[in-house]
């Protein structure tokens, strides 16, 4: 098995676990709050559904494009897309985990 395919899977396993916590507490955080209710995002208040999704579902873009750039990496530019997934990942699932948090607690 080339050495590309293999961080290509190891990077598609890392990014699976990131959404599936971002999605989680996000669903979550959808479960405590109350149908009209406004949370703080980006220096303003929105409502829960674009607060609590966009952010999960912005990464869920990125994933797919990140995924199809590793399909197409070979030899060094392989290695380099797993670094960029594999630091992307936790980076943007930490991001919304304390955003989350942040929002709950107002």
Not at 9 to 30: I, T
Not at 52 to 63: D, I, K, N, R, Y
Not at 88 to 100: E, I, K, N, Q, S
């Amino acid at each position: 098995m080339p050495a590309a395919l293999i961080f290509a899977y190891v990077g598609d396993a890392m990014w699976v676990l990131c959404l599936a916590v971002m999605f989680s507490v996000s669903l979550r955080a959808w479960r405590e709050t109350e149908g009209e209710t406004t949370l703080p995002f980006l220096g303003g208040r929105m409502r829960r559904e674009l607060a609590l999704w966009l952010l999960p579902a912005a990464t869920f873009a990125v994933s797919l494009w990140l995924l199809l750039q590793a399909r197409n990496a070979d030899g060094e530019q392989a290695l380099i897309v797993f670094g960029v997934r594999a630091a992307g990942a936790p980076l943007l699932t930490l991001l919304h985990l304390r955003w989350v948090r942040g929002a709950l607690r107002s």
